[in-house]
């Protein structure tokens, strides 16, 4: 299911990543970032395609398929498929047992026994 290697440590490092990873996309774009979702709403007009929403639906865990799906549209976006997908470090947290809540413009991330880790705001404030 997941890989129990990860430590304390790992996921800290790794909710470091996903806030810069999602504030330098914002600089990139030139968008003045507000929420999570921000970011693959840069184009309302771009749709994944019909293949794409069946293959994740064969993601059983809610928040593992609404993150693939972000990160799906990021990559796949002409207008951001050219950076680095904040939402793919987001995976790896959850590939490895741990999870995250995001509010009010932080991530707090969990460790395998949901044991907060760490919070992080990743918006400026």
């Not at 999570?36 to 794409?52: A, G, Y």
């Not at 990160?71 to 999870?99: N, Q, V, W």
């Amino acid at each position: 299911m997941y890989s129990p290697q990860w430590k304390r440590d790992d996921f800290v490092d790794a909710g470091k990543r996903f806030r810069d990873r999602w504030r330098l996309a914002g600089v990139d774009l030139g968008q003045e970032l507000r929420g999570f979702f921000d970011l693959v709403e840069v184009d309302p007009e771009f749709k994944l395609p019909d293949s794409d929403i069946e293959e994740l639906k064969s993601i059983p865990n809610g928040q593992h398929r609404i993150v693939a799906r972000m990160d799906m549209r990021f990559r796949k976006c002409p207008k951001t498929r050219h950076l680095e997908s904040p939402y793919a470090i987001l995976l790896e947290i959850i590939e490895h047992g741990g999870s995250f809540s995001i509010e009010h413009g932080i991530i707090d991330i969990r460790d395998q026994s949901s044991v907060a880790v760490g919070g992080f705001m990743f918006r400026h404030a």
